[in-house]
């Protein structure tokens, strides 16, 4: 306990530099900003804004882009309140009673409530960081290669599960994603792998083309199908921020609630802000006395999924600090961040770097102080924001990607790829397919083949090895069983109710 | 990608119905993407005693993936689903070619004959905006060139001279 604390005090002092306070201050504010504007998700936007994170130091820079995460998260919750269009996936569900609180005049309620939720969710969840690094920490080093394939075929299964829409297709997105994941160099080789002789693929697809071809381009190409006239932004100026004594009685527990949700399915790979969002609500739904209030603008409805998605952002730091596996797509954006200020992710991060570690940590708290300080005295900057027209905003969404995706690697190539990726994630949506599990996979490829081969030639060829060590059995079997499961026809109706809701 | 989705919906000449469309030609694209997986990686050495070669693992995901779009295929041939969504033109067309132009001017190109010269910056930001807002079909003329400029500049003081990243500006230098 006491060793906890102290790490936190040396977390809490290189955080509260002033320099890195003004980063993690500037990080949510520009994430906010750019998360508020419709139809660019959390990932897009960490992907956008992750070049202006490049000159910093390395802590400067990884507390900025962590505020970044956060601040995209709410501005997403701001959009789903304020327009009947969520910002982005983890808000669809704050849409659905957000939205309605708003038309009856409370959106200033909602917004604060949302923000109270994300806050209090927050600062649980550096606690549960803190405490649960170290002994986390410590598992990474019972961890063989086996153990590490095993566990990201989990993560993996988890993403499948968690996908909406057919278990089949999802199954068929990972294989997509890890066979793409596959193009360039091999690792131990160096022999160029499916890179039909162009030169540009030898080093392999860069992981923020595809994430930005997928959720940024092809979400751009999908919107402008649809009428923009059906936008309805909330008329009329917002007052009354303040929720009511009553408002904070009704939503304290489902804040609680929330917070415990979105901190357990965090932890897990593969899973995340969005699952954690939906399982709240349902089971916020499920308890309450009169389940017909929601949708209808019940409080509770905004509080829980609130409180989820902000605990299971942070938690999702979790496998990536201990472990060093990226549990979604924005911690794979992490990682790339990472690597280019020199950190490998994993155990060694919190032993070698303690003050980068706690830091970071320190700063998710202070993150969310932020938020909570910039969101709201700034509502009307957001309501106005949402006033642009999109006939305006893509193109200069379309123009600011070109630019982030061009200056990772002055590569006009980088660019051209991501236009591809861009038709593909078209593409797949025209067909169902959840680009989801598809990145995700892309972001652990390497990964699992590096440890599949290891762990192969330590076996000598022996594939039971997965099953005959207990760590990676355990894995394996969790996995197996979760996979059962979903595709039970009982457990599929209900997931497919979840989903619809 | 190859697109299921140009194969003729049911044309007469099958002898059952394809009750799933959507996931009928996306098993089938899947499939293709798979052979042509299994093909590139064709030529790289496989197993090589314990050790897994460089072709190894491409071909174990390619053929899983084959067998994986075989059965969502299949599924979509045994069970209903939505029909085909169309698709549009204008706007992807638009958007894809405001991205390849803003590749091709920052840093020049040579398209067969033509070699477009390293615009920089200024005009690739300029042209790349005003290609994508023709997707839109409530575009405004005035409106989009003041727009154009506004973000131009922007995107010139942000990461030019804010974030100090090393951008060619103009053609001339």
Redesign the interface.
Same mark, same amino acid.
């Given at each position: 306990m006491s060793e906890l604390l102290a790490n936190l005090a040396l977390g809490f002092s290189v955080a509260a530099h002033p320099y890195n306070i003004g980063f993690c201050l500037l990080g949510a504010l520009v994430g906010t900003l750019v998360g508020v504007l419709p139809g660019i998700g959390t990932v897009a936007t960490v992907a956008m804004l992750l070049p202006i994170t490049f000159g910093l130091p390395p802590v400067g820079a990884l507390i900025m882009l962590a505020g970044i995460y956060y601040g995209a998260q709410y501005g997403g919750s701001t959009t789903s309140v304020l327009v009947n269009i969520p910002g982005e996936a983890t808000s669809v569900v704050t849409c659905l009673d957000g939205h309605q609180m708003a038309r009856q005049g409370r959106a200033g309620a909602a917004l604060a409530i949302a923000a109270l939720a994300s806050f209090f969710a927050g600062c649980v969840a550096t606690v549960v960081v803190a405490a649960l690094g170290t002994p986390l920490t410590s598992v990474a080093l019972l961890f063989g290669p086996a153990e590490y394939f095993s566990l990201m075929v989990l993560g993996l299964i988890f993403a499948v599960v968690l996908a909406k829409g057919s278990v089949l297709k999802a199954i068929a997105m990972i294989l997509m994603g890890l066979l793409l994941s596959m193009i360039g160099s091999d690792l131990e080789t160096g022999a160029g792998r499916m890179t039909f002789d162009l030169p540009e693929l030898s080093d392999g697809i860069g992981f923020t083309n595809v994430a930005m071809g997928v959720f940024g381009f092809a979400e751009i190409i999908r919107n402008l199908e649809i009428s923009q006239e059906s936008r309805e932004l909330v008329k009329g100026k917002i007052k009354g921020l303040m929720p009511t004594r009553q408002d904070l009685i009704d939503a304290s527990g489902a804040i609680a609630r929330g917070t415990v949700v979105g901190s357990l399915l965090g932890i897990l790979p593969g899973g995340g802000a969005v699952v954690s969002s939906f399982a709240a609500y349902t089971f916020e739904k499920r308890i309450s006395k009169n389940p017909e209030r929601f949708g209808r603008g019940a409080i509770e409805g905004v509080a829980a999924p609130e409180a989820a998605n902000n605990a299971a952002a942070q938690c999702s730091f979790i496998p990536l600090l201990t472990l060093g596996i990226p549990p979604n797509a924005v911690m794979a954006l992490m990682v790339g961040a990472m690597t280019i200020h020199g950190i490998v992710p994993g155990p060694q991060v919190m032993t070698k770097q303690p003050d980068l570690f706690w830091g970071m940590i320190a700063s998710m708290w202070l993150g969310n102080l932020m938020l909570v300080i910039i969101n709201l005295p700034l509502v009307g900057v957001w309501v106005s924001l949402l006033r642009v027209p999109y006939r305006l905003l893509y193109p200069s969404i379309i123009v600011f990607c070109c630019i982030g995706i061009y200056s990772i690697n002055n590569s006009p190539s980088d660019v051209i790829i991501s236009a591809v990726f861009g038709l593909v994630g078209y593409w797949l949506t025209k067909h169902e397919f959840e680009p989801a599990p598809l990145v995700l996979a892309f972001v652990l490829g390497p990964l699992m083949e590096e440890n599949l081969r290891r762990a192969m030639l330590i076996a000598r060829g022996d594939a039971t090895v997965f099953l005959t060590r207990p760590i990676s059995a355990g894995l394996i079997a969790l996995a197996v069983g979760l996979l059962i499961l979903a595709a039970l026809p009982m457990i599929r109706k209900r997931r497919e109710e979840v989903f619809v809701e | 990608?190859s697109?299921?989705?140009n194969a003729r919906p049911n044309s007469g000449g099958f002898r059952f119905k394809v009750r799933g469309p959507?996931?009928f030609?996306?098993?089938l694209?899947?499939i293709a993407?798979?052979i042509v997986?299994i093909w590139?990686?064709g030529d !790289?050495?496989g197993m090589h005693?314990?050790?897994?070669?460089?072709?190894t693992?491409?071909r174990l995901?390619?053929t899983?993936?084959a067998v994986?779009?075989a !059965?969502?295929a299949l599924?979509g041939l045994l069970f209903d689903g939505p029909p085909?969504?169309d698709?549009?033109i204008?706007?992807?067309a638009w958007?894809?070619f405001?991205?390849?132009a803003?590749?091709?001017l920052?840093?020049g190109?040579h398209l067969g004959f033509v070699t477009i010269p390293p615009l920089g910056?200024v005009p690739s930001?300029f042209a790349?905006?005003?290609i994508?807002?023709c997707?839109?079909t409530?575009?405004r003329w005035v409106?989009?060139l003041i727009?154009?400029v506004a973000?131009t500049v922007f995107?010139v003081v942000?990461?030019v001279y804010l974030?100090?990243?090393?951008?060619q500006l103009w053609p001339w230098y």
């Open positions: - | 990608m697109d299921g989705a959507r996931d030609y996306g098993g694209a899947l993407l798979a997986a590139a990686s !790289l050495p005693g314990f050790a897994f070669g460089p072709g693992a491409p995901f390619a899983l993936l994986v779009g !059965l969502v599924s085909l969504e698709y549009a204008r706007g992807p958007v894809i405001a991205i390849l803003f590749a091709g920052i840093r190109a910056l930001t790349a905006f005003m994508s807002i997707g839109s409530e575009m409106e989009s727009a154009a973000m995107c942000l990461f974030l100090q990243l090393p951008f």
